[in-house]
C-alpha cells in the first residue's frame, strides 16, 4: 500500500472554542466518564449530562469531530460525535483536515502503540494527562481517502463482530437472574412462601482469611497468591486477581481456596460489599484475603451452594446484606460474621434448588463458549487494528 507518512499536525487540529458556565444551554454536556474506556463508544449510547451546569468552561463541538480524552490517556477514551454538544476541557475535540477521514483518525489514536507512546509522554504522577504538543507531533500513515475508507470499512466491521459478542455475553448473564425469578419468586415479597430461616442456622462454618503484606504481582508456580477483593466483586469468581505471598511467610492450609467454595466479600465500598462469588475451578496454593469470607455448607445443608450463591446476588438480597454493613463515616461499610448469620434465607424444596444448579451449568457453558468466541474475536480486531497503522 502506497501512502505517505506525516506528522498529525498537519493534518488536523485542536479545536478549542470555548463556552463560559452557563451559555449553550441547549447543548448537551459530556463529561469524560461518558465516553466507555477502550471501545470508542459513549455510556449508553448516547451524551451523559451532568446534574448540574458545569461551572467551568467546556469545549463546543459537533458530528465533524474526534473527541480525545486527554486525562489518563492510557484509559483509550475516544469517540466520534453524532451531533453537536459540549464537553469537558478534559476532552479535546480534534478536528480532521479535508485529506483525513475522521474515523481513520479515531482508529489511529485508539490503536495500542498509539496508546502507550501517548502514555508514556504524559505529565503528571496522579493524574497524567496527555502531551497534545506530542500527539500532534506523531507519524500518521495517510493513503488516499479512498483507501482510508477501506480500511475504516475492515475495522468497523470487525469491531462490529466484537460488540455482537459482548451484547450475546449481556444477555446471557441476565438469564439466570430472570430463571431465579421464574423458579423462586422475588426474595423480597417471597411469593411462593417458602420457608424463611436465618443463614446461620444453615451454615457449618464462616471462614476468615488473612492478608499480610504480599508483592503486589501474579505469582510464580511454586508460590502462594492471596485473593484481592476483586476477585469477588464482580460476583464471578477470578483467580487473576491476587497478589503474591512473599516466599519467607508461612501459607495457611486451613484457608486455601478450594473448588466448590461460595466466597463473600465482608468489606468494600457500599456498592460492592456482600459480594458473593462460587469457586467452579481453581488452582493450588491460592489463600483467603482478611475481607472475604467463605460460607461453609454442611453436607446435609437444606440449601445447596449454588442456590444460595445466586440467591445472594438478587438484588432485593444484595440490599437485604448492605444493610446489615456497618462502620463509621469515612470508612468502607463492613459485614460482621454475627449479622451475617441473621440474613433471612428462602429455601425452596431440595428438588427444585438441584433444577436450578442444572440449568446455572448449562448456561456456565454456554458463557464459557462465548467468552472464548470474544476473545477470538477481539484479537482478530486488534491485530487488524496493529496492522492497519504498523507503516507510522
Known sequence: MTQSLVSLGSVCTQDRTSIRPGHADELAYLGLEGIESGTGRFVDGELSKTPEEPQANSFRFDERHVLYGKLRPYLNKVALPTGAGKCSTEIIPLLPRAQLDRRYLSYFLRTPGTVKQIAERSSGARMPRADMDFVLSLPIGLPAMGEQHRIVDLLARAEGIVRLRREAQQKAAEVIPAIFIDMFGNPATNPKRWPVVQLGDLLSSIDSGH?????????????????????????????????????????????????GDLLLSRKNTAELVGASAYVWTTGTQMLLPDLVFR????????????????LLTIDAKR????????????????????????????????????????????????????????????????ALLGGAFSGA
Open 295 to 310: 460460607l461453609g455448607l454442611p453436607d446435609a445443608s437444606r440449601v445447596l451452594p449454588i442456590y444460595l450463591w445466586k
Open 211 to 259: 492478608s499480610p503484606k504480599c508483592h503486589d504481582r501474579p505469582r510464580e508456580h511454586d508460590e502462594w497468591g492471596v485473593l484481592r477483593l476483586g476477585a469477588v466483586s464482580r460476583c464471578e469468581y477470578d483467580e487473576g486477581e491476587h497478589k503474591t505471598l512473599p516466599r519467607n511467610l508461612p501459607a495457611d492450609p486451613a484457608i486455601e481456596v478450594r473448588s
Open 319 to 382: 440490599r437485604a446484606l448492605t444493610r446489615l454493613a456497618t462502620g463509621s463515616a469515612g470508612s468502607m461499610p463492613n459485614i460482621s460474621k454475627e449479622r451475617l448469620r441473621t440474613l433471612p434465607i428462602e429455601v425452596p424444596t431440595r428438588e427444585l434448588q438441584v433444577k436450578f444448579a442444572e440449568h446455572v451449568k448449562e448456561m456456565r457453558s454456554i458463557a464459557l463458549q462465548q467468552q472464548s468466541a470474544l476473545d477470538k474475536a477481539e484479537a482478530v480486531f486488534d
